[in-house]
C-alpha cells in the first residue's frame, strides 16, 4: 500500500514548480504548435496527487519527464519536432514524451502559455496505464472535498465517458470500435465515491468492499453529544460502526486522534483504528477487515465476511451488473 496522502500545501507547491518548469520548456520547445501536457505532468500542473504508477513498465511517464500529448489531426509527433522525440527543453531540463490521443482532447490553460488535458481527460488516458485500483485512486483524487482545481461529481465522469463513446461511434470519426480504456473506466466509475480525503482512505475501502463488506459512507456527518460535529473517514452508517485510518504523526496529532475517538465512542459508536503498516501485507489486510467485519457483526447480526476476496474487476462486474438490474 502506498504511503501517506499528500497535503494540499505541498499539492500546491509541486503544482508552481511544474507549471515554471513547464513554462520553460515552452519557451524553448521547437514544435511548430504549442505543447498540450498531459498525464503525469498535467496532474502536478493542477496540484493533483500522483497515483502508484509502475515506472518499470511505463518509464515514460516518470514525473521528471515532460508527457505532451497528441491530437488526432497530429498524429506525427516527429513532424512537428525536430531531432528526438525526447528531446531536452535545454541542457539540465526535463525530456519529451509524446503521446497519441485518439479522440479530440479537452484541455485547460493553467498559467500564461501553460496548457494540458483537463484533470477528468487526463484520468480518461491512465486508463490504459494504471492498475484498476490506481484509476479509482486517481478518480477519487478528483472527487475530493478540497482541492485546486475545477470541483467534479460522478456525473461529470459519467457525461465524458458519453462524449468519448459517442464520438467514437460517429462515423466521420473513423473509427471501428471505442477507444482504449473505456472499459476500465466504467469499472473504476462505479467504485468511485465523491467527498473523499485521501488515497490511503480509499485503498483501505476497496479492500474492505474486496472482502464483502457493505459499501460504507465516506465523510460521514455525525452530531456529538457534546454538540460538535465529526466527518468520519469511512462509516458503516446501519451499523455505526466507524473506519479510520490513522498515518504517521506527530505526538500532539496523536493526543486528537484519542480524543476524536473518544467522542466519536460517546455518541454510540463503534471506532476502528488502521495504521498503514496493517495494510502493507495480504495478511495484515485480512486481519483489518476480520476486525471491522466483527463488529459490523455484533450490532447486525450479519457477517458479511468472505471466504476468498474478490479481486476489484470482479467486485466492478458485479456492481455494474446491480446497476444495470436497478435501472
Known amino acids: 500500500m502506498k504511503n501517506e496522502s499528500?497535503?494540499?500545501?505541498?499539492?500546491?507547491?509541486?503544482?508552481?514548480?511544474?507549471?515554471?518548469?513547464?513554462?520553460?520548456?515552452?519557451?524553448?520547445?521547437?514544435?511548430?504548435?504549442?505543447?498540450?501536457?498531459?498525464?503525469?505532468?498535467?496532474?502536478?500542473?493542477?496540484g493533483i496527487e500522483v497515483p502508484f504508477i509502475d515506472v518499470r513498465k511505463h518509464p515514460r511517464l516518470r514525473e521528471d519527464v515532460?508527457?505532451?500529448?497528441?491530437?488526432?489531426?497530429?498524429?506525427?509527433?516527429?513532424?512537428?519536432?525536430?531531432?528526438?522525440?525526447?528531446?531536452?527543453?535545454?541542457?539540465?531540463?526535463?525530456?519529451?514524451?509524446?503521446?497519441?490521443?485518439?479522440?479530440?482532447?479537452?484541455?485547460?490553460?493553467?498559467?500564461?502559455?501553460?496548457?494540458?488535458?483537463?484533470?477528468?481527460?487526463?484520468?480518461?488516458?491512465?486508463?490504459?496505464?494504471?492498475?484498476l485500483e490506481e484509476l479509482v485512486v486517481l478518480g477519487d483524487s478528483l472527487l475530493r472535498r478540497n482541492v485546486l482545481h475545477e470541483r467534479y461529481t460522478l456525473q461529470d465522469f459519467e457525461d465524458m465517458l458519453v462524449r468519448i463513446e459517442h464520438y467514437a461511434r460517429n462515423p466521420c470519426s473513423g473509427r471501428a470500435r471505442a477507444p482504449r480504456g473505456i472499459t476500465a473506466c466504467r469499472k473504476a466509475l462505479v467504485l468511485m465515491q465523491e467527498h473523499t480525503d485521501s488515497s490511503t482512505e480509499t485503498r483501505l475501502r476497496l479492500m474492505l468492499e474486496r472482502h464483502g463488506l457493505p459499501r460504507p459512507t465516506?465523510?460521514?456527518?455525525?452530531?456529538?453529544?457534546?454538540?460538535?460535529?465529526?466527518?468520519?473517514?469511512?462509516?458503516?452508517?446501519?451499523?455505526?460502526?466507524?473506519?479510520?485510518?490513522?498515518?504517521?504523526?506527530?505526538?500532539?496529532?496523536?493526543?486528537?486522534?484519542?480524543?476524536?475517538?473518544?467522542?466519536?465512542?460517546?455518541a454510540?459508536?463503534?471506532?476502528?483504528?488502521?495504521?498503514?503498516?496493517?495494510?502493507?501485507?495480504?495478511?495484515?489486510?485480512?486481519?483489518?477487515?476480520e476486525v471491522v467485519a466483527r463488529h459490523i457483526e455484533e450490532r447486525t447480526g450479519v457477517n458479511y465476511l468472505l471466504p476468498t476476496p474478490f479481486t476489484l474487476e470482479q467486485l466492478a462486474d458485479r456492481r455494474r451488473s446491480l446497476w444495470k438490474t436497478a435501472a
Open 66 to 131: 515532460l508527457q505532451v500529448v497528441v491530437a488526432p489531426d497530429e498524429y506525427k509527433p516527429r513532424d512537428h519536432v525536430r531531432g528526438n522525440r525526447r528531446k531536452r527543453a535545454k541542457p539540465k531540463g526535463l525530456p519529451y514524451a509524446f503521446f497519441a490521443s485518439g479522440v479530440p482532447l479537452d484541455t485547460v490553460e493553467v498559467a500564461p502559455g501553460v496548457t494540458c488535458t483537463t484533470p477528468l481527460f487526463t484520468w480518461f488516458l491512465f486508463a490504459t496505464r494504471l492498475s
Open 268 to 289: 454510540g459508536w463503534d471506532y476502528v483504528q488502521v495504521v498503514n503498516c496493517s495494510m502493507s501485507t495480504e495478511k495484515g489486510q485480512r486481519m483489518v477487515a
Open 6 to 46: 499528500i497535503s494540499l500545501d505541498e499539492l500546491g507547491n509541486r503544482a508552481s514548480d511544474r507549471r515554471q518548469c513547464c513554462q520553460e520548456a515552452e519557451s524553448l520547445c521547437q514544435r511548430q504548435c504549442a505543447c498540450v501536457f498531459t498525464l503525469t505532468t498535467a496532474l502536478l500542473l493542477q
Open 218 to 266: 465516506v465523510n460521514h456527518m455525525v452530531q456529538l453529544p457534546d454538540g460538535g460535529v465529526v466527518f468520519m473517514d469511512i462509516a458503516f452508517v446501519g451499523a455505526r460502526v466507524d473506519v479510520e485510518y490513522d498515518g504517521k504523526h506527530h505526538e500532539q496529532q496523536w493526543e486528537a486522534d484519542a480524543q476524536r475517538r473518544l467522542r466519536i465512542e460517546s
